[in-house]
């Protein structure tokens, strides 16, 4: 899926300009697969106003060992994204996703 892509959690705006000097395009576009991806992982439940259920909340797994619950919130908040879900692993050193957009 293509969307507006973001660069540190900020729209990616490359200006381009004709020979007029008139904008002829500014926000990059690509596969937002992976940055929706991140932004769910990072986000807690309340922060992103235009859906107040979305968010992981990953900072929050330091000093927890629930890896089973973790990965159960993951891939339903991926699925609530749109994504279809192969799989979802967690441990102390990693979470590996495996989803796309059909």
């Not at 107040?52 to 619950?69: E, H, K, P, Y």
């Not at 799989?87 to 957009?101: E, G, H, P, R």
């Amino acid at each position: 899926m293509n969307g507006i892509q973001m660069k540190d959690f900020d729209l990616s705006v490359n200006v381009e300009y004709d020979s007029a000097g008139r904008i002829v395009s500014g926000l990059v576009v690509g596969d937002i697969l992976n940055q929706n991806q991140a932004l769910i992982l990072a986000l807690h439940k309340g922060e992103l106003k235009s859906d107040v259920s979305v968010g992981v909340g990953i900072d929050r797994m330091i000093n927890d060992s629930d890896w089973l619950s973790w990965q159960r919130e993951i891939r339903d908040q991926l699925e609530m994204d749109g994504q279809t879900v192969e799989s979802v692993l967690v441990d102390s050193k990693s979470i590996k996703i495996k989803a796309s957009y059909v």
